[in-house]
Every structure is written in C-alpha cells, then in structure tokens.
C-alpha cells in the first residue's frame, strides 16, 4: 500500500487549497482513509477521516472549513480546505486502514501513511 499526498501550497488567509491523496495497491471499498497535519514544534493533530461507505468525520479546529471526500474509481481521497487561517500552516499527511468489518467508522490508528504535503498559510 502507498499513499502520495499532493496539492499542498503558499495561500493567503480565507484563501483555499485542495489536497490529493492517492492510495496505491489497494481499493478505497476496503480501506478508511485520515488526514492528519504536524505544525514545527507541534504534536500531530488529526484533521480529518473517511469510511470505506464515505462517513465522514472533523477535528473541532476544522470543522466547516474542511471536507473531505473520494471517489473509489480513481482511487483517491480529497480534502477541501476553505478559509485557511495561518494556525492551518502545517505538514499535512493521509493514511490508510483497512476498515471493512466496520464500514461507518473510522479507526483510531492507521497502518499506512504518505509522505505529506506542506500547507502555508501567510500574508
């Protein structure tokens, strides 16, 4: 399994970015698939995640900014980022797990992680 990460860039805040995540070797009809980010100095936060029937889940600091979707037939994960703020300035990772005995939910812990795109979020 390989996870590549994309999209990341420099925008201003309230500006808006996309990130990619496309997982190789696998099908997103098995696999739940998170985004986290780690800030210089920071722990690694969890952003975002999504089931392998498409639930969706939010950490509190991005929920209403962030939506995460995927389309299964390209085997890709997306992750819509609006009104960026300067504290969304981080690394930003997904990660895979093979999730099918529970399709709703999204695990705690992942087995497979890219290798992360970097946001920056300055005037």
């Known amino acids: 399994v390989q996870l590549q990460a994309s999209g990341g860039g420099l925008v201003q805040p309230g500006g808006s970015l996309r990130l990619s995540c496309v997982v190789y070797?696998?099908?997103?009809?098995?696999?739940?698939i998170g985004w986290f980010r780690q800030a210089p100095g920071k722990e690694r936060e969890w952003v975002s995640c999504?089931?392998?029937?498409?639930?969706?889940n939010a950490g509190n600091s991005v929920k209403g900014r962030f939506t995460i979707s995927k389309d299964n037939a390209q085997h890709t994960v997306h992750l819509q980022m609006n009104n960026l703020m300067p504290e969304d300035t981080a690394l930003y990772y997904c990660a895979a797990n093979r999730y099918i005995r529970y399709p709703k939910t999204c695990p705690r812990s992942y087995d497979y992680w890219g290798q992360g795109t970097q946001v920056t979020v300055s005037s």
């Open positions: 070797g696998v099908t997103l009809d098995d696999y739940a």
């Open positions: 999504i089931s392998v029937d498409g639930s969706t």
